[in-house]
Protein backbone atom coordinates (compact mmCIF):
# COMPACT_ATOMS: atom_id res chain seq x y z
CA UNK A 1 0.00 0.00 0.00
CA UNK A 2 1.15 3.60 -0.91
CA UNK A 3 0.78 6.22 1.75
CA UNK A 4 1.99 9.97 2.01
CA UNK A 5 2.85 12.31 4.95
CA UNK A 6 2.33 16.26 3.61
CA UNK A 7 4.60 18.61 5.87
CA UNK A 8 2.34 21.72 6.01
CA UNK A 9 3.21 22.96 9.48
CA UNK A 10 5.19 26.39 8.88
CA UNK A 11 4.36 29.74 9.04
CA UNK A 12 5.54 31.59 5.85
CA UNK A 13 7.03 34.21 7.00
CA UNK A 14 8.28 35.78 3.70
CA UNK A 15 4.75 34.90 2.42
CA UNK A 16 3.39 38.01 5.08
CA UNK A 17 0.54 35.51 4.81
CA UNK A 18 -2.19 35.32 8.03
CA UNK A 19 -2.36 32.14 8.13
CA UNK A 20 -0.83 28.67 7.09
CA UNK A 21 1.69 28.73 4.33
CA UNK A 22 0.25 26.06 2.28
CA UNK A 23 -3.09 28.21 2.35
CA UNK A 24 -1.80 30.73 0.04
CA UNK A 25 -3.26 30.23 -3.51
CA UNK A 26 -2.04 29.39 -6.51
CA UNK A 27 -4.31 29.75 -9.70
CA UNK A 28 -7.17 30.81 -7.14
CA UNK A 29 -6.80 27.34 -5.17
CA UNK A 30 -4.77 27.01 -1.58
CA UNK A 31 -1.21 25.04 -2.46
CA UNK A 32 -1.92 21.84 -0.50
CA UNK A 33 -4.81 21.53 -2.85
CA UNK A 34 -2.57 20.66 -5.61
CA UNK A 35 -0.45 18.48 -3.33
CA UNK A 36 -3.47 16.88 -2.10
CA UNK A 37 -4.60 15.98 -5.76
CA UNK A 38 -1.00 14.58 -7.10
CA UNK A 39 -0.77 12.20 -4.04
CA UNK A 40 -4.21 11.01 -4.28
CA UNK A 41 -4.09 10.67 -8.12
CA UNK A 42 -0.58 8.48 -7.54
CA UNK A 43 -2.56 6.10 -5.47
CA UNK A 44 -1.47 6.91 -1.82
CA UNK A 45 -4.59 5.83 -0.02
CA UNK A 46 -3.86 7.36 3.49
CA UNK A 47 -2.52 10.37 3.71
CA UNK A 48 -1.52 12.78 7.46
CA UNK A 49 -1.32 16.37 6.81
CA UNK A 50 1.53 17.88 9.21
CA UNK A 51 -0.05 21.20 10.76
CA UNK A 52 1.42 23.92 12.75
CA UNK A 53 1.17 27.47 12.29
CA UNK A 54 -2.63 28.69 12.62
CA UNK A 55 -3.28 25.06 12.36
CA UNK A 56 -7.16 25.02 12.79
CA UNK A 57 -7.59 26.86 9.66
CA UNK A 58 -6.05 23.47 7.59
CA UNK A 59 -8.14 21.27 9.50
CA UNK A 60 -11.01 23.00 8.36
CA UNK A 61 -10.00 23.40 5.01
CA UNK A 62 -9.03 19.60 5.02
CA UNK A 63 -10.92 17.31 2.79
CA UNK A 64 -12.86 14.41 4.55
CA UNK A 65 -10.34 11.18 5.64
CA UNK A 66 -7.09 12.82 5.82
CA UNK A 67 -5.20 12.67 9.26
CA UNK A 68 -3.19 15.59 10.64
CA UNK A 69 -0.43 15.65 13.24
CA UNK A 70 0.65 18.90 15.32
CA UNK A 71 3.92 20.26 15.07
CA UNK A 72 4.55 22.69 17.95
CA UNK A 73 6.94 24.43 18.11
CA UNK A 74 8.06 23.87 14.63
CA UNK A 75 11.92 22.27 14.97
CA UNK A 76 12.66 21.69 10.90
CA UNK A 77 10.54 18.95 8.38
CA UNK A 78 12.66 16.20 10.16
CA UNK A 79 11.02 16.93 13.77
CA UNK A 80 7.70 17.64 11.58
CA UNK A 81 8.21 13.75 10.27
CA UNK A 82 8.58 12.57 13.88
CA UNK A 83 4.91 14.23 14.47
CA UNK A 84 3.55 11.14 12.15
CA UNK A 85 5.52 8.85 14.16
CA UNK A 86 2.14 6.79 15.18
CA UNK A 87 1.18 6.55 11.40
CA UNK A 88 4.46 5.88 10.30
CA UNK A 89 4.20 2.50 12.55
CA UNK A 90 0.70 1.82 11.35
CA UNK A 91 2.73 1.68 7.89
CA UNK A 92 5.91 0.41 8.52
CA UNK A 93 5.54 -2.49 5.42
CA UNK A 94 4.26 0.11 3.56
CA UNK A 95 6.01 2.72 0.70
CA UNK A 96 5.82 5.93 2.49
CA UNK A 97 5.81 9.57 0.52
CA UNK A 98 6.52 12.35 1.91
CA UNK A 99 6.31 16.00 0.20
CA UNK A 100 6.17 19.41 1.43
CA UNK A 101 2.86 21.18 1.03
CA UNK A 102 4.39 24.35 -0.82
CA UNK A 103 5.79 22.74 -3.90
CA UNK A 104 2.64 22.69 -5.94
CA UNK A 105 3.55 21.87 -9.32
CA UNK A 106 4.68 17.98 -8.21
CA UNK A 107 2.00 15.65 -10.55
CA UNK A 108 1.36 12.41 -9.69
CA UNK A 109 3.07 11.34 -12.71
CA UNK A 110 6.97 12.20 -11.65
CA UNK A 111 5.80 10.61 -8.20
CA UNK A 112 4.87 7.48 -9.68
CA UNK A 113 8.12 7.78 -11.84
CA UNK A 114 10.13 8.48 -8.68
CA UNK A 115 8.36 5.20 -6.84
CA UNK A 116 8.87 2.81 -10.20
CA UNK A 117 12.55 3.77 -9.89
CA UNK A 118 12.25 3.32 -5.77
CA UNK A 119 10.68 -0.36 -6.22
CA UNK A 120 13.92 -1.67 -9.55
CA UNK A 121 16.24 -0.83 -7.28
CA UNK A 122 14.87 -1.96 -4.07
CA UNK A 123 15.42 1.25 -2.40
CA UNK A 124 14.79 2.24 1.53
CA UNK A 125 15.01 6.28 0.24
CA UNK A 126 14.25 7.49 -2.94
CA UNK A 127 14.36 11.27 -3.06
CA UNK A 128 13.18 13.76 -6.44
CA UNK A 129 15.55 15.88 -8.01
CA UNK A 130 16.24 18.63 -11.04
CA UNK A 131 19.01 20.61 -11.84
CA UNK A 132 18.25 24.08 -11.40
CA UNK A 133 19.42 27.35 -12.50
CA UNK A 134 18.74 29.19 -9.35
CA UNK A 135 20.46 27.76 -6.41
CA UNK A 136 19.21 30.07 -3.40
CA UNK A 137 18.07 28.12 -0.82
CA UNK A 138 18.03 24.92 -2.34
CA UNK A 139 19.44 21.57 -0.77
CA UNK A 140 22.48 20.98 -2.80
CA UNK A 141 22.62 16.99 -3.98
CA UNK A 142 26.19 15.82 -3.61
CA UNK A 143 27.54 12.82 -4.89
CA UNK A 144 31.26 11.42 -5.30
CA UNK A 145 32.90 11.44 -8.55
CA UNK A 146 31.19 8.62 -9.94
CA UNK A 147 27.86 10.31 -9.19
CA UNK A 148 27.36 7.96 -5.85
CA UNK A 149 25.25 10.07 -3.45
CA UNK A 150 26.61 11.40 -0.60
CA UNK A 151 24.20 13.71 1.38
CA UNK A 152 21.93 16.21 0.70
CA UNK A 153 23.60 19.76 1.82
CA UNK A 154 21.16 22.95 2.97
CA UNK A 155 22.15 26.12 1.39
CA UNK A 156 22.69 27.23 4.63
CA UNK A 157 25.19 24.70 5.56
CA UNK A 158 26.82 24.59 2.37
CA UNK A 159 30.35 25.92 1.95
CA UNK A 160 31.65 27.61 -1.26
CA UNK A 161 31.85 24.65 -4.04
CA UNK A 162 28.99 23.08 -2.17
CA UNK A 163 26.83 26.14 -3.18
CA UNK A 164 27.55 25.58 -6.86
CA UNK A 165 25.71 22.61 -6.80
CA UNK A 166 22.94 22.30 -9.25
CA UNK A 167 21.33 19.55 -8.69
CA UNK A 168 18.49 20.39 -5.77
CA UNK A 169 16.62 18.45 -3.53
CA UNK A 170 12.67 18.54 -4.27
CA UNK A 171 11.62 17.94 -0.99
CA UNK A 172 9.60 14.53 -2.21
CA UNK A 173 10.98 10.97 -0.74
CA UNK A 174 10.04 7.97 -1.27
CA UNK A 175 10.46 5.81 2.09
CA UNK A 176 10.10 2.31 3.41
CA UNK A 177 8.43 3.00 6.40
CA UNK A 178 10.65 0.57 8.60
CA UNK A 179 13.91 2.59 7.46
CA UNK A 180 12.00 5.52 7.88
CA UNK A 181 11.30 4.66 11.27
CA UNK A 182 15.12 4.08 11.97
CA UNK A 183 16.00 7.42 10.42
CA UNK A 184 13.65 9.33 12.56
CA UNK A 185 15.53 8.15 15.54
CA UNK A 186 18.73 9.16 14.50
CA UNK A 187 18.25 12.44 12.99
CA UNK A 188 19.89 15.64 15.04
CA UNK A 189 19.43 19.31 14.88
CA UNK A 190 23.29 19.63 14.71
CA UNK A 191 23.50 22.45 11.64
CA UNK A 192 23.12 25.61 11.51
CA UNK A 193 19.87 26.25 11.39
CA UNK A 194 19.50 23.34 14.82
CA UNK A 195 16.65 22.56 13.08
CA UNK A 196 15.87 18.53 12.48
CA UNK A 197 16.55 18.04 8.72
CA UNK A 198 14.18 15.00 7.23
CA UNK A 199 17.24 15.37 4.69
CA UNK A 200 19.80 13.76 6.73
CA UNK A 201 18.26 10.52 6.43
CA UNK A 202 19.60 9.73 3.35
CA UNK A 203 23.41 10.09 4.98
CA UNK A 204 21.55 7.46 8.07
CA UNK A 205 20.23 5.22 5.32
CA UNK A 206 23.58 4.84 3.11
CA UNK A 207 25.40 4.36 6.61
CA UNK A 208 23.59 1.66 7.35
CA UNK A 209 24.26 0.00 4.40
CA UNK A 210 21.11 0.32 2.67
CA UNK A 211 20.23 1.04 -1.04
CA UNK A 212 19.54 5.11 -1.94
CA UNK A 213 18.41 6.55 -5.14
CA UNK A 214 17.96 10.07 -6.93
CA UNK A 215 15.06 10.10 -9.27
CA UNK A 216 16.02 12.94 -11.85
CA UNK A 217 13.21 15.00 -13.41
CA UNK A 218 13.41 15.97 -16.78
CA UNK A 219 10.77 18.97 -16.46
CA UNK A 220 12.49 20.97 -13.72
CA UNK A 221 9.57 23.36 -13.38
CA UNK A 222 7.89 20.25 -11.04
CA UNK A 223 10.15 20.75 -8.36
CA UNK A 224 9.29 24.76 -7.88
CA UNK A 225 8.39 25.91 -3.94
CA UNK A 226 7.01 29.44 -2.82
CA UNK A 227 8.42 31.01 -0.21
CA UNK A 228 7.47 34.46 -1.03
CA UNK A 229 4.63 36.29 -3.15
CA UNK A 230 7.15 36.72 -6.06
CA UNK A 231 7.47 33.35 -6.25
CA UNK A 232 3.90 32.15 -5.76
CA UNK A 233 3.37 34.44 -8.51
CA UNK A 234 6.00 32.39 -11.77
CA UNK A 235 4.30 29.17 -9.94
CA UNK A 236 0.62 30.57 -11.02
CA UNK A 237 2.36 31.63 -14.37
CA UNK A 238 3.40 28.06 -15.04
CA UNK A 239 0.19 26.42 -13.68
CA UNK A 240 -1.77 28.81 -15.83
CA UNK A 241 0.48 28.18 -18.96
CA UNK A 242 -0.02 24.48 -18.01
CA UNK A 243 -3.74 24.06 -18.37
CA UNK A 244 -3.97 26.47 -21.09
CA UNK A 245 -2.11 24.15 -23.38
CA UNK A 246 -3.73 21.39 -22.41
CA UNK A 247 -7.20 22.99 -23.22
CA UNK A 248 -5.65 23.82 -26.93
CA UNK A 249 -4.06 20.43 -27.39
CA UNK A 250 -7.80 19.29 -26.72
CA UNK A 251 -9.21 21.63 -29.36
CA UNK A 252 -10.19 24.99 -27.30
CA UNK A 253 -9.17 27.54 -29.26
CA UNK A 254 -7.25 30.78 -27.40
CA UNK A 255 -6.31 33.28 -30.04
CA UNK A 256 -4.38 35.14 -26.69
CA UNK A 257 -4.31 33.95 -23.51
CA UNK A 258 -4.28 37.07 -22.00
CA UNK A 259 -5.80 37.20 -18.69
CA UNK A 260 -7.25 33.69 -19.46
CA UNK A 261 -7.05 31.92 -15.73
CA UNK A 262 -8.33 28.31 -15.87
CA UNK A 263 -8.90 26.17 -12.54
CA UNK A 264 -7.60 22.62 -12.75
CA UNK A 265 -10.75 21.03 -12.86
CA UNK A 266 -12.70 22.79 -15.24
CA UNK A 267 -13.51 21.01 -18.54
CA UNK A 268 -14.26 22.36 -22.02
CA UNK A 269 -15.67 20.96 -25.32
CA UNK A 270 -13.80 20.96 -28.69
CA UNK A 271 -14.19 23.76 -30.82
CA UNK A 272 -15.00 26.19 -28.07
CA UNK A 273 -13.00 29.74 -28.02
CA UNK A 274 -12.00 31.26 -24.76
CA UNK A 275 -10.84 35.45 -25.31
CA UNK A 276 -9.32 36.85 -22.72
CA UNK A 277 -9.55 38.08 -19.25
CA UNK A 278 -11.52 35.30 -18.91
CA UNK A 279 -11.48 33.57 -15.62
CA UNK A 280 -13.52 30.02 -15.63
CA UNK A 281 -12.55 28.07 -11.89
CA UNK A 282 -14.01 25.44 -9.66
CA UNK A 283 -16.37 22.22 -11.05
CA UNK A 284 -17.25 24.13 -14.18
CA UNK A 285 -18.23 22.11 -17.58
CA UNK A 286 -18.53 24.24 -20.62
CA UNK A 287 -19.29 22.17 -24.43
CA UNK A 288 -18.50 22.45 -27.32
CA UNK A 289 -18.41 25.61 -29.57
CA UNK A 290 -19.02 27.84 -27.36
CA UNK A 291 -17.81 31.14 -26.86
CA UNK A 292 -16.42 32.65 -23.82
CA UNK A 293 -15.26 35.94 -22.90
CA UNK A 294 -13.78 38.33 -23.42
CA UNK A 295 -13.77 39.97 -19.61
CA UNK A 296 -16.07 36.90 -17.78
CA UNK A 297 -15.66 35.39 -15.08
CA UNK A 298 -17.38 31.89 -14.14
CA UNK A 299 -17.16 29.83 -11.37
CA UNK A 300 -18.84 26.36 -11.00
CA UNK A 301 -20.82 26.55 -14.04
CA UNK A 302 -22.54 23.84 -16.37
CA UNK A 303 -22.31 25.42 -19.60
CA UNK A 304 -24.08 23.80 -22.42
CA UNK A 305 -22.87 23.79 -26.49
CA UNK A 306 -23.38 26.78 -28.58
CA UNK A 307 -23.62 28.83 -26.18
CA UNK A 308 -22.13 32.86 -26.04
CA UNK A 309 -21.17 34.35 -22.47
CA UNK A 310 -19.95 37.86 -23.48
CA UNK A 311 -18.32 40.19 -20.61
CA UNK A 312 -20.77 37.75 -18.17
CA UNK A 313 -20.28 36.75 -14.60
CA UNK A 314 -21.72 33.50 -13.75
CA UNK A 315 -21.81 31.63 -10.75
CA UNK A 316 -22.87 28.34 -9.17
CA UNK A 317 -25.66 28.16 -12.55
CA UNK A 318 -26.29 26.13 -15.21
CA UNK A 319 -26.99 27.33 -19.00
CA UNK A 320 -28.27 25.14 -21.95
CA UNK A 321 -27.48 24.95 -25.33
CA UNK A 322 -27.71 27.80 -27.64
CA UNK A 323 -27.95 30.56 -24.78
CA UNK A 324 -26.63 34.06 -26.06
CA UNK A 325 -26.08 36.30 -23.08
CA UNK A 326 -23.86 39.20 -22.21
CA UNK A 327 -22.33 41.59 -22.42
CA UNK A 328 -22.70 43.08 -19.02
CA UNK A 329 -24.98 40.15 -17.41
CA UNK A 330 -24.51 38.22 -13.88
CA UNK A 331 -25.99 35.20 -13.51
CA UNK A 332 -26.37 34.34 -9.99
CA UNK A 333 -26.40 30.92 -7.81
CA UNK A 334 -29.46 28.53 -8.12
CA UNK A 335 -29.82 29.68 -11.91
CA UNK A 336 -30.87 28.19 -15.12
CA UNK A 337 -31.30 29.46 -18.30
CA UNK A 338 -32.95 26.90 -20.63
CA UNK A 339 -32.42 26.48 -24.26
CA UNK A 340 -31.83 28.73 -26.93
CA UNK A 341 -32.49 32.24 -23.87
CA UNK A 342 -31.37 35.34 -25.12
CA UNK A 343 -29.81 37.64 -22.31
CA UNK A 344 -28.89 40.96 -23.30
CA UNK A 345 -27.11 44.14 -21.69
CA UNK A 346 -27.30 44.90 -18.08
CA UNK A 347 -29.74 42.05 -17.03
CA UNK A 348 -28.91 40.39 -13.22
CA UNK A 349 -30.50 36.50 -13.11
CA UNK A 350 -30.33 35.21 -9.19
CA UNK A 351 -32.04 31.94 -8.08
CA UNK A 352 -34.26 31.69 -11.22
CA UNK A 353 -34.96 29.52 -14.00
CA UNK A 354 -35.67 30.67 -17.56
CA UNK A 355 -37.91 28.46 -19.98
CA UNK A 356 -37.00 27.62 -23.33
CA UNK A 357 -36.65 30.66 -26.11
CA UNK A 358 -37.42 33.50 -23.70
CA UNK A 359 -35.95 36.81 -24.52
CA UNK A 360 -34.65 39.74 -21.95
CA UNK A 361 -32.45 41.72 -24.00
CA UNK A 362 -31.70 44.96 -21.79
CA UNK A 363 -31.72 46.27 -18.27
CA UNK A 364 -33.73 43.99 -16.69
CA UNK A 365 -33.67 41.83 -12.99
CA UNK A 366 -35.00 38.44 -12.69
CA UNK A 367 -34.71 37.32 -9.37
CA UNK A 368 -36.57 34.13 -7.24
CA UNK A 369 -38.60 33.32 -10.21
CA UNK A 370 -39.65 30.86 -12.41
CA UNK A 371 -40.32 32.02 -16.48
CA UNK A 372 -41.63 30.09 -18.72
CA UNK A 373 -40.48 29.97 -22.23
CA UNK A 374 -40.83 32.56 -25.18
CA UNK A 375 -41.61 34.85 -22.72
CA UNK A 376 -40.59 38.74 -23.80
CA UNK A 377 -39.20 40.95 -20.93
CA UNK A 378 -39.12 44.65 -22.02
CA UNK A 379 -36.56 46.90 -20.90
CA UNK A 380 -36.26 47.59 -17.71
CA UNK A 381 -38.53 44.80 -16.23
CA UNK A 382 -38.03 44.39 -12.56
CA UNK A 383 -38.89 41.52 -9.81
CA UNK A 384 -39.69 43.28 -7.28
CA UNK A 385 -38.79 39.82 -4.98
CA UNK A 386 -37.99 41.47 -1.57
CA UNK A 387 -40.18 43.24 1.01
CA UNK A 388 -37.55 44.19 3.18
CA UNK A 389 -37.82 41.16 5.30
CA UNK A 390 -38.71 38.45 3.60
CA UNK A 391 -37.82 36.96 -0.26
CA UNK A 392 -40.97 35.88 -2.66
CA UNK A 393 -41.07 34.48 -5.68
CA UNK A 394 -42.78 35.22 -9.23
CA UNK A 395 -44.19 33.17 -11.72
CA UNK A 396 -44.37 34.05 -15.04
CA UNK A 397 -46.13 31.70 -17.38
CA UNK A 398 -45.34 30.49 -21.22
CA UNK A 399 -45.37 33.44 -24.27
CA UNK A 400 -45.85 36.10 -21.56
CA UNK A 401 -45.55 39.55 -22.85
CA UNK A 402 -44.02 41.98 -20.29
CA UNK A 403 -44.39 45.41 -21.28
CA UNK A 404 -41.03 48.20 -20.48
CA UNK A 405 -40.50 49.06 -16.93
CA UNK A 406 -43.27 46.25 -15.42
CA UNK A 407 -42.60 45.90 -11.73
CA UNK A 408 -43.93 42.79 -10.73
CA UNK A 409 -44.28 42.68 -7.30
CA UNK A 410 -43.85 39.33 -5.59
CA UNK A 411 -45.34 36.68 -5.14
CA UNK A 412 -47.32 37.66 -8.16
CA UNK A 413 -48.31 35.11 -11.44
CA UNK A 414 -48.92 35.61 -14.48
CA UNK A 415 -50.52 33.26 -16.27
CA UNK A 416 -49.53 32.08 -20.42
CA UNK A 417 -50.13 34.61 -23.15
CA UNK A 418 -50.89 37.76 -20.76
CA UNK A 419 -49.96 40.91 -21.50
CA UNK A 420 -48.46 43.87 -19.12
CA UNK A 421 -48.88 47.22 -20.22
CA UNK A 422 -45.46 49.28 -20.11
CA UNK A 423 -44.86 50.85 -17.09
CA UNK A 424 -47.19 48.84 -14.69
CA UNK A 425 -46.90 47.63 -11.24
CA UNK A 426 -48.47 45.01 -10.78
CA UNK A 427 -49.22 43.59 -7.39
CA UNK A 428 -52.00 41.27 -8.57
CA UNK A 429 -51.92 37.77 -10.54
CA UNK A 430 -52.98 37.98 -14.37
CA UNK A 431 -54.99 35.64 -15.70
CA UNK A 432 -54.27 33.40 -18.41
CA UNK A 433 -54.85 35.48 -21.90
CA UNK A 434 -55.20 38.90 -19.89
CA UNK A 435 -53.93 42.28 -20.86
CA UNK A 436 -52.98 44.13 -17.88
CA UNK A 437 -52.45 47.70 -17.39
CA UNK A 438 -51.22 48.87 -13.61
CA UNK A 439 -50.65 52.78 -14.03
CA UNK A 440 -52.32 56.27 -13.88
CA UNK A 441 -54.48 56.80 -16.40
CA UNK A 442 -53.00 59.87 -18.76
CA UNK A 443 -53.77 63.39 -18.77
CA UNK A 444 -53.37 66.04 -20.93
CA UNK A 445 -53.57 69.51 -19.73
CA UNK A 446 -53.73 72.01 -22.76
CA UNK A 447 -51.68 75.09 -23.27
CA UNK A 448 -50.32 74.53 -20.05
CA UNK A 449 -47.08 75.78 -20.44
CA UNK A 450 -48.16 79.22 -21.74
CA UNK A 451 -50.23 79.65 -19.00
CA UNK A 452 -47.58 78.86 -16.05
CA UNK A 453 -44.28 79.95 -18.06
CA UNK A 454 -42.24 77.73 -16.04
CA UNK A 455 -39.08 77.90 -18.12
CA UNK A 456 -36.50 80.10 -16.93
CA UNK A 457 -36.33 83.65 -19.40
CA UNK A 458 -40.48 83.73 -19.44
CA UNK A 459 -42.15 86.11 -18.65
C1 LIG B 1 13.37 21.92 2.12
C2 LIG B 1 14.55 20.92 2.08
C3 LIG B 1 15.48 21.28 0.93
C4 LIG B 1 14.69 21.27 -0.38
C5 LIG B 1 13.47 22.21 -0.27
C6 LIG B 1 12.61 22.06 -1.50
C7 LIG B 1 14.94 20.29 4.40
C8 LIG B 1 15.82 20.45 5.59
N1 LIG B 1 15.26 20.99 3.33
O1 LIG B 1 13.93 23.20 2.38
O2 LIG B 1 16.53 20.34 0.87
O3 LIG B 1 15.55 21.68 -1.43
O4 LIG B 1 12.68 21.87 0.87
O5 LIG B 1 11.57 22.99 -1.45
O6 LIG B 1 14.02 19.54 4.47
N2 LIG B 1 7.69 22.39 7.64
C9 LIG B 1 7.03 21.90 8.74
N3 LIG B 1 7.62 21.99 9.96
C10 LIG B 1 8.83 22.52 10.15
C11 LIG B 1 9.52 23.02 9.02
C12 LIG B 1 8.93 22.95 7.79
O7 LIG B 1 5.91 21.40 8.63
O8 LIG B 1 9.29 22.54 11.31
C13 LIG B 1 7.06 22.31 6.33
C14 LIG B 1 6.80 23.66 5.69
O9 LIG B 1 5.50 24.12 5.99
C15 LIG B 1 6.95 23.37 4.21
C16 LIG B 1 7.91 22.19 4.15
O10 LIG B 1 7.93 21.64 5.44
O11 LIG B 1 5.72 23.01 3.61
C17 LIG B 1 9.31 22.62 3.74
O12 LIG B 1 9.80 23.54 4.66
P1 LIG B 1 10.69 24.79 4.22
O13 LIG B 1 11.04 25.53 5.45
O14 LIG B 1 10.04 25.51 3.10
O15 LIG B 1 12.00 24.01 3.71
P2 LIG B 1 13.03 24.54 2.65
O16 LIG B 1 13.92 25.51 3.31
O17 LIG B 1 12.32 24.96 1.43
MG1 LIG C 1 10.33 25.70 1.01
Redesign the pocket.
Known sequence: MKCAII????K?TRMKANG???MCEMLFEPMISYVIRAVKEAGCEDICV?T?YEHEVLENYLPEGIKTAY?NP???????VMMATDFIKEHEDDKILIL????PLMDAETINKAFAYHEENKNAITLVSALVDDLK???HIKRDENGTLLR?V?DKDANAEEKLINE????VYWFNGKELLYALERITNNNVQN?Y???DSLEILINKGENVGAYVCENSEV?L?A?DRVQLNNLTTIMRRNINNKHMENGVDMPCTDGIMIGMDVKIGNGTTILPNTIIIGNTVIGENCVIGPNSYIKDGIVGNNVILDNVKLTDSEVEDGVDCGPFVQVRTGSKLCKNVHIGDFVEVKNSVVGEGTKCAHLTYIGDSDVGRDVNFGCGTVTVNYDGKNKHRCKIGNHVFLGCNTNLIAPVEIGDFAFTAAGSTITDNVPTNALSIARAKQVNKEGWVTIKKPYKGME
Open positions: LAGGGPKVIGQQLGTGHANGDGGIGIESNAGEYLTIGN
